[in-house]
């Protein structure tokens, strides 16, 4: 049974940072896209980022318009991982984050949330003014 678990949320300044992980398991994930959304009050889920598997050892990766330039996302395959490295925080990033995958080999990283088929429970990020 596949499980993810995010950990790193919490709260932070405007202009501050933070590192969002999440932990896969129940199965090996190298070739699977590792993605986040985020979920504000009375807001839609969002598309944040993810990273795609694209062959042999190269992965790609793509950002909601939103948070490009600021926010990077990676993975350690060893350790069935996923981070988002989020800096130059505003309180418009103030949301739940969760961490999706997704095992369907798509020609482009995916960006809805019908094409993720694993959800972790997420976790908290509230940016201060």
């Known amino acids: 049974q596949v499980q993810l678990i995010e950990s790193g949320g919490g709260l932070v300044q405007a202009g501050g940072s933070l590192r969002l992980s999440c932990a896969a398991s129940g199965g090996t994930f190298r070739r699977y896209t590792m993605g986040w959304f985020r979920q504000a009050p009375g807001e839609e889920r969002e598309f944040v980022a993810a990273i795609r598997w694209s062959g042999f050892i190269i992965y790609d990766a793509d950002y909601a318009d939103s948070v490009k330039g600021r926010f990077t996302i990676s993975r350690d395959n060893a350790k069935n991982t996923v981070y988002l490295q989020m800096n130059s925080l505003k309180p418009e990033d103030t949301a739940l984050y969760y961490c999706?995958?997704?095992?369907?080999?798509?020609?482009?990283?995916?960006?809805?949330?019908?094409?993720?088929?694993?959800w972790g429970q997420g976790t908290q990020v509230t940016v201060s003014s």
């Open positions: 999706a995958i997704s095992n369907s080999p798509y020609s482009d990283v995916p960006k809805l949330q019908v094409e993720y088929d694993y």
